[in-house]
């Protein structure tokens, strides 16, 4: 079973925090793709990357950024975070390019910003 | 601009009734489409996928989905619902064949009652 992790599944952070969110994946995927969920809007893209050292913004890029050092991983942070950054944050991974591949999620991590 | 519509918010449905979801998008192929469910407190999980072909899909856990190129539409259906089906569903689609980026409907919430 193809497995994606989160680092956390709740999280509690103040105005202002540098906050590090991680995702895992350990099928050699070569796509994953940080989510961000809110009620009534459902799930919007903020960033994706399709290889390593690769990315490409999704449609809410603005307050964030990502890395991804190691193919297994993709790191999505928040330089300094803001109480409207409260949300659900989901990481997915896929294998093929494209519209061909199914996405696998992680849990998710709850993200409180106070 | 190009969108994915779940017109139901919430729907109510008792267990062993059927069930049907509905989801309309605006774009100007045919996209690939696809439906996920999360269960509380669980990553999602896809259900089913439409690239091609025979317009009835079926999916996993006993669920079915029909594609209408008139209507824009791609409906789930489940003829006899379990409590375990109590989930939030999303409808996604990814417009054409070179595009990474799935857009994601806002989700329908379904409750069972005994």
């Known amino acids: 079973d193809v497995k994606v992790t989160q680092s956390s599944r709740y999280l509690v952070k103040r105005t202002g925090e540098k906050v590090f969110l991680e995702c895992v994946q350990d099928m050699d995927h070569e796509n994953m793709f940080w989510y961000r969920q809110d009620p009534g809007l459902g799930l919007r893209l903020i960033y994706f990357s399709y290889d390593v050292k690769m990315k490409e913004k999704g449609d809410i890029p603005e307050g964030y950024s990502v890395s991804r050092e190691k193919k297994e991983r993709f790191s999505l942070i928040l330089e300094s975070a803001s109480t409207n950054q409260t949300s659900m944050y989901l990481c997915a991974s896929s294998f093929l390019p494209g519209s061909a591949s199914e996405e696998y999620f992680g849990p998710g991590t709850r993200l409180t910003v106070t | 601009a190009q969108s994915v519509t779940q017109p139901d918010i919430h729907i109510t449905v008792s267990e062993g009734a059927s069930l049907e979801l509905r989801c309309n998008y605006s774009?100007?192929?045919?996209?690939?489409l696809f439906w996920y469910v999360q269960s509380p407190g669980q990553g999602l999980q896809l259900l089913l996928k439409?690239?091609?072909?025979?317009?009835l899909v079926q999916g996993i856990k006993g669920f079915e989905a029909e594609f209408k190129r008139s209507q824009s539409s791609f409906n789930l259906r489940k003829p006899s619902v379990h409590w375990s089906d109590a989930a939030e569903y999303f409808c996604a689609v990814v417009p054409g064949e070179d595009d990474y980026k799935l857009s994601f409907g806002a989700g329908t919430t379904v409750t069972v009652r005994a």
């Open positions: 774009y100007g192929a045919t996209p690939y």
């Open positions: 439409y690239f091609s072909g025979d317009t």
